[in-house]
């Protein structure tokens, strides 16, 4: 993977995957504790990407995968990811970009679509009324002092709620840093997001099993002309149902309907 550094000094790593073509990049964010590889390319959307001709690029965030991983929770939340993801698209000279992103990447897609006017279309998925309601990730489900310790403990049988436990679990079996991304958790964002300031074509795309993303259709109507799709799925799960990628793809390449348009139950 190839590196840069952010304005603050933490290097970002990322990759390419160049294609002839004249649209736009497809930038691909991930969700907390996973990376470009876990949550992109394990499950084959940068594949399917790629096979329909389009350029894509993943990218690390900060405390992630292959990234730099200060510890200081200064150096985190979605608000500082996103300005990671625009020097991003400055180092590759992109004038617009199809920017995709999942759960935490979610929320730093949306941050950046509020202020950088390149993003041509929007994806956003694994969350749903918690962004309007609380401002980033649904805290109601998982986050505060839960999380904290969860990623913060050395005895894992400490830990008593079972959504922590479950990450807790995917921070081990990936190898994470668990003191950067106990960082993030204290400084994941929590205030409102000026959604109606959204210009680009948005798509919120949710597992129907997923806590994390309930009641997504409130999210859409808080977008201005968001379109709502729903697959199969849990949090984890959903990414890897054909219906996530066939959206996705759909989405990109066609333009989307007018409104919020929920599909059908």
Not at 87 to 111: F, N, P, W
Not at 133 to 162: F, K
Not at 205 to 233: I, K, N, S, Y
Request: glycine share 12%.
């Amino acid at each position: 993977m190839a590196v840069f550094l952010a304005s603050d000094g933490t290097e970002i790593a990322y990759e390419v995957w160049e294609r002839d073509s004249e649209l736009p990049l497809v930038l691909l964010h991930h969700g907390f504790i996973a990376s470009g590889q876990s949550n992109w390319e394990a499950p084959g959307i940068v594949a399917a990407l790629t096979g329909a001709g389009r350029r894509v690029a993943t990218l690390d965030a900060r405390g992630h995968g292959a990234s730099g991983k200060p510890h200081d929770p200064a150096a985190y939340g979605e608000a500082r990811m996103a300005r990671d993801v625009s020097a991003l698209l400055d180092l590759l000279g992109e004038e617009q970009v199809d920017l995709v992103g999942y759960s935490m990447g979610a929320i730093v897609a949306l941050l950046t679509a509020v202020r950088d006017r390149r993003v041509r279309r929007l994806v956003v998925g694994g969350v749903g009324a918690g962004v309007p309601e609380c401002g980033g990730v649904d805290s109601r489900v998982i986050g505060g002092p839960a999380l904290q310790h969860a990623l913060r403990t050395d005895d894992p049988g400490s830990i008593t709620d079972p959504t922590a436990a479950g990450f807790r679990a995917f921070v081990d079996a990936v190898g994470g840093d668990r003191a950067a991304l106990a960082a993030q958790a204290a400084s994941a964002h929590a205030e409102p997001i000026p959604l109606d300031r959204i210009e680009a074509p948005t798509l919120v795309l949710a597992g129907r099993d997923d806590p994390l993303a309930a009641r997504p259709e409130v999210l859409a109507a808080a977008v201005p002309g968001a379109t709502l799709r729903t697959v199969a799925g849990d949090h984890f799960g959903a990414l890897r149902d054909p219906d996530f990628v066939g959206h996705l793809l759909g989405f990109l390449d066609h333009a989307p309907a007018p409104a919020s348009t929920p599909d059908p139950a």
